[in-house]
């Protein structure tokens, strides 16, 4: 549903029109009947990680173990010097 109010109306109504539009209204303004702009609800996004059931995201810290070191170094050739340590 939405509420059409002219712009003299929005200006010295705003915190009325803002309670609708937090309430789900949408708010239409006008300027001499022709609509110019819409108001309506912002929606927060869901978040990147978290957001699938059953899935918390990435767990850093058994990502990163001497094992998951170990079989990034056999990916490579041995040639690169990569298991002596610097």
């Known amino acids: 549903m939405s509420i059409t109010v002219n712009i003299h109306e ?3 109504q705003m915190s009325r029109l803002a309670r609708a539009v937090e309430a789900g209204e949408t708010v239409i303004v006008a300027r001499a009947g022709t609509p110019i702009m819409e108001w309506r609800s912002v929606r927060p996004r869901a978040p990147l990680f978290g957001s699938i059931p059953g ?5 850093w810290e058994e990502a990163f173990t001497e094992e998951a070191d170990a079989e990034i170094r056999a990916m490579f050739d041995e040639d ?3 298991d002596d340590p610097a």
């Open 10 to 12: 929005a200006k010295t």
């Open 55 to 59: 899935f918390g995201g990435p767990n």
């Open 80 to 82: 690169l010097g990569l």
